[in-house]
């Protein structure tokens, strides 16, 4: 069974993984981004292949998600992670996912406006074109080859609530601040989700914090081997992707117009999420 590791692009979902992975699929618990291998983005082409389907037909792609869902889930007895930037909800009239190839959902969700700051830098972009970008309902982006449907900011969010008790939200800011915290948050969700107990090796854990670190993940990316980069439009280098991190300050980077724009559309979770 899948479960997703969900977000609103530049959230901070690469550090969740790194985290997950660095402790799951590790020896000693040190990290390196080979092991983001481990968790894969859907959708992606290499998970449609055997379909028998026209790939560069993204209404055709959007039919058969669970059609993929279910080949990934067949004859495997252990959870498997999955990152998406996907909305919950219908595409061209076809669910992205259903309880039966779903055990839960763990969002994380960073402050929209520090988004808009990460994403300028990501997609090099203006803070108002940014700005505009996260409260477009209908915004979708190109992904692993296909459109994925992402929706506004809070639209993301709140189509990966309708998973109520399988549904797991850890906030980036705590997630820099508290990483044993959140670990263990995750862990015991999936614990309630399997009916089972896990055992913490401790040393481990505490490997992978330290080597997870957002200044570890910047030195390792300066020495090469992160494959995730995007590229200016036109120079074509590659932009940093660990880049502010935890010291993104919305208040000196984002101008009162702008600020005042995501507060308005956002307000109410926001609030909800003590942003406001």
Not at 153 to 178: A, G, R, T
């Amino acid at each position: 069974m899948i479960v997703w590791l969900a977000s609103y692009p530049k959230s901070g979902n690469t550090y969740l993984r790194a985290l997950l992975s660095g402790y799951l699929f590790s020896k000693n618990g040190n990290f390196d981004f080979s092991l983001l291998r481990n968790i894969s983005q859907f959708p992606d082409k290499v998970f449609f292949e055997g379909l028998d389907i026209n790939l560069n037909d993204n209404s055709e792609v959007a039919k058969n998600y669970i059609n993929a869902q279910k080949n990934l889930n067949k004859g495997k007895k252990t959870i498997q992670f999955f990152k998406t930037h996907s909305a919950f909800c219908k595409i061209n009239g076809h669910n992205f996912t259903d309880l039966q190839n779903t055990l839960g959902v763990i969002y994380i969700v960073r402050d929209p406006r520090n988004v808009v700051i990460s994403q300028s830098h990501h997609f090099s972009l203006s803070i108002q074109e940014s700005t505009n970008l996260i409260i477009n309902n209908n915004r979708s982006i190109g992904s692993n080859g296909f459109q994925t449907f992402l929706g506004s900011w809070n639209f993301n969010l709140n189509s990966w609530k309708q998973f109520k008790d399988k549904f797991l939200l850890i906030k980036y800011e705590d997630l820099v601040e508290k990483p044993e915290d959140m670990f263990l948050k995750v862990i015991n969700f999936l614990e309630r989700l399997l009916s089972v107990k896990y055992t913490i090796d401790k040393n481990k854990l505490n490997k992978t914090i330290e080597t997870t670190r957002f200044e570890k993940l910047k030195e390792l990316e300066k020495k090469g081997g992160f494959s995730e980069n995007a590229f200016e439009k036109k120079t074509n280098k590659k932009i940093e992707f660990f880049n502010l991190g935890p010291s993104s300050d919305f208040l000196k980077l984002i101008d009162e117009n702008n600020r005042n724009k995501i507060e308005k559309a956002f307000k109410k979770e926001m609030q909800e999420l003590s942003y406001l």
